[in-house]
């Protein structure tokens, strides 16, 4: 397990019945976590001093109760700067569980002793992206919402990275990539965080288990002569990280060789000393 335990503004304070606790920076959070499948003891003082609680509907969905909380606000992670705010389906716009993953692409950029061109796919409000800038990468963001792009460049200037070289691309990931190919673009490092479901401009249809494979075979194309990594986040159940680590092995290794694992990212809770998983990821680095 990958556990991304460099968070100072970030904490998983406690979970218990189907839900968790955290602080982000001065708030406290209570929203729902599937994982969370064990009823302890709720003693800890924030779950009844929460200031806000998404409340999941059985009928699917849900909605946020809302006691002291303010429309957004900030927190960081080591150099870089988010900005957070409530909105549908329980999220914040940030996954603290990836900063795992921004460590270990990072040090791969600012070691690798040369310039690196990274491509984000579903690139969502740009915690890795900015992690990639931010260890000197020239960085594609690609994700086919137009506020997720801007929140990411949002949160680029925040982050004192708006003369960064990223380039902004609101765009279906999959038509992109495909248009690459066809420019003849290639990069150093590619990062993908694919929704389980989805759906195209156009209508088309993203689901993980039939189009995933598909998609990395295609991503595969757009490495350069020297590739430095591949990254894939999966937050889909059911997928286990042993698939993302044969796909990753069978379109890459034949080709460029290196070293493929894959395994679950992880949070630590505050209360219980234990660990709670947050999705899956699979990685390929040349070695």
């Known amino acids: 397990m990958w556990i991304a335990d460099g968070w100072k503004d970030y904490k998983v ?7 968790k606790l955290e602080r982000w920076g001065d708030y ?34 849900g909605e946020w109760e809302f006691f002291d909380l303010p429309q957004q606000w900030s927190i960081r992670y080591k150099e870089l700067t988010f900005h957070l705010k409530p909105f549908s389906f329980k999220h914040t716009g940030l996954f603290p569980e990836q900063a795992a993953n921004w460590d270990w692409f990072g040090e791969r950029i600012r070691t690798a002793g040369r310039p690196i061109r990274v491509l984000n ?45 990223i380039r902004w691309i609101v ?5 992109f990539v495909e248009r690459e190919i066809r420019r003849g673009n290639h990069y150093d490092g590619i990062i993908m965080d694919p929704p389980s479901y989805g759906r195209g401009p156009k209508g ?4 993980i288990e039939d189009s995933i494979h598909p998609f990395v075979r295609l991503c595969a194309q757009l490495l350069s002569d020297q590739p430095l990594f591949l990254l894939i986040n999966s937050y889909t159940t059911g997928l286990a990280p042993s698939v993302l680590t044969y ?8 080709k460029h060789r290196g070293h493929v694992c894959s395994g679950e990212l992880g949070l630590p809770v505050e209360e219980s000393g234990l660990i709670l998983p947050c999705g899956a990821s699979g990685r390929w680095e040349c070695r």
């Not at 931010?134 to 801007?150: P, R």
């Not at 765009?171 to 038509?175: A, F, G, N, S, T």
């Not at 796909?247 to 034949?254: G, K, Q, W």
Request: charged share 25%; aromatic share 6%.
């Open 28 to 61: 406290t959070l209570v929203r729902p976590d599937p994982q969370v499948i064990w009823d302890t003891p709720r003693k800890h003082r924030g779950w009844k001093r929460m200031n806000a609680h998404y409340h999941r509907s059985p009928r699917g969905g």
């Open 13 to 19: 304070i406690d979970c218990s019945k189907g839900e």
């Open 204 to 207: 088309e249809v993203w689901k």
């Open 171 to 175: 765009d279906d990931c999959v038509k």
């Open 121 to 165: 796919l579903f690139a969502y409000t740009g915690g890795a992206t900015l992690a990639a800038a931010k260890a000197g990468a020239a960085v594609t963001h690609v994700d086919a919402s137009k506020g997720m792009v801007s929140w990411a460049k949002e949160n680029a200037r925040s982050s004192g990275l708006s003369d960064a070289p």
């Open 247 to 254: 796909m990753l092995s069978v379109e890459l290794m034949p």
